[in-house]
């Protein structure tokens, strides 16, 4: 992830590699540590693919599992 950042700071591969690993923190129950990456590679795929696409729809769902993992319902409702 580190060296995508440097090298491609808004590609596709950096918002799948940072998608997989807040994936990987959620399966291993730390998703306040998943939300930082999640939100970084929505960011990017907002950027890169538009808001409606399904790339970002994708990361939405899972930022909003992240949410669940926390308890935080209410962020989770609005990414669903």
Not at 45 to 52: N, P, V
């Amino acid at each position: 992830v580190s060296i995508w950042e440097k090298a491609e700071p808004d590609s596709s591969q950096l918002a799948t590699a940072l998608d997989a690993l807040a994936g990987f923190y959620r399966a291993a129950k730390k998703p306040e540590e998943a939300e930082a990456p999640e939100k970084k590679a929505l960011a990017i795929l907002e950027k890169k693919h538009g808001a409606e696409s399904l790339q970002v729809a994708a990361c939405l769902t899972n930022l909003g599992n992240t949410y669940k993992g926390m308890n935080n319902f209410e962020e989770a409702d609005k990414t669903y």
